[in-house]
């Protein structure tokens, strides 16, 4: 008999998604009301937490490389807003990643970045975010069509940003 540990390596490697279900009791509901409250103060913890717009997340060390430090520059204007309202996070190489701030867009750099912050993220934040997942670091590079695609991925962020621009001036 497999403990759960070493279950969960087992179906990771088959490609089996493996989701735990939502328990309604009392006791479980203490842990996720802690965690809402060190997520609050994580986004208190960010310089400018009201103003964020975009939380970017990456691989460790994705944004070191030069040429795609150079694209990564290039998003924000892209989306129509200052290099100040995007928050780079960066998972690391175990797939430890800090809780994401709730913010109204994301950008998951890769696709098995975008599977782990999606199990942070809960229902009701994944349906009232807009969220792009492009492809991972390095097909970024691999020529025009890949950076098109990034380009096509982040449209509906400038969208959903502009509308909040133009909700907050009326």
């Given at each position: 008999?497999l403990?759960?540990?070493r279950?969960?390596?087992?179906?990771?490697?088959?490609?089996?998604?493996?989701y735990?279900?939502?328990?309604?009791d009392?006791?479980?509901?203490?842990?996720l009301?802690?965690?809402?409250?060190?997520?609050?103060?994580l986004?208190?913890?960010f310089?400018?937490?009201?103003?964020?717009?975009?939380?970017?997340?990456?691989?460790?060390?994705?944004?070191?490389?030069?040429?795609?430090?150079?694209?990564?520059?290039?998003?924000?204007?892209?989306?129509?807003?200052?290099?100040s309202?995007?928050?780079?996070?960066?998972?690391?190489?175990?797939?430890?990643l800090?809780?994401?701030?709730?913010?109204?867009?994301?950008l998951?750099?890769?696709?098995?970045?975008?599977?782990?912050?999606?199990a942070?993220?809960s229902l009701t934040q994944?349906?009232?975010?807009?969220?792009?997942?492009?492809?991972e670091?390095?097909?970024?590079?691999?020529?025009v069509?890949?950076?098109?695609?990034?380009?096509?991925?982040?449209k509906?962020?400038?969208r959903?940003?502009?509308?909040?621009r133009?909700?907050?001036?009326?």
């Amino acid at each position: 008999m497999l403990d759960e540990g070493r279950r969960l390596q087992v179906l990771a490697a088959m490609g089996v998604d493996v989701y735990q279900l939502r328990v309604s009791d009392v006791a479980s509901r203490a842990p996720l009301a802690l965690a809402a409250e060190v997520q609050e103060n994580l986004v208190g913890g960010f310089v400018g937490a009201a103003d964020i717009g975009v939380v970017a997340v990456c691989a460790r060390g994705a944004r070191t490389d030069l040429k795609l430090a150079r694209l990564f520059a290039q998003l924000p204007r892209s989306l129509g807003i200052p290099a100040s309202r995007v928050t780079w996070l960066e998972m690391s190489s175990d797939g430890a990643l800090p809780a994401l701030p709730v913010v109204p867009c994301y950008l998951f750099v890769g696709s098995a970045i975008a599977r782990g912050c999606a199990a942070q993220l809960s229902l009701t934040q994944q349906n009232e975010a807009a969220i792009a997942v492009c492809a991972e670091p390095h097909e970024l590079l691999a020529g025009v069509t890949a950076r098109r695609a990034l380009w096509q991925a982040i449209k509906p962020l400038a969208r959903r940003l502009r509308a909040e621009r133009g909700l907050e001036k009326l």
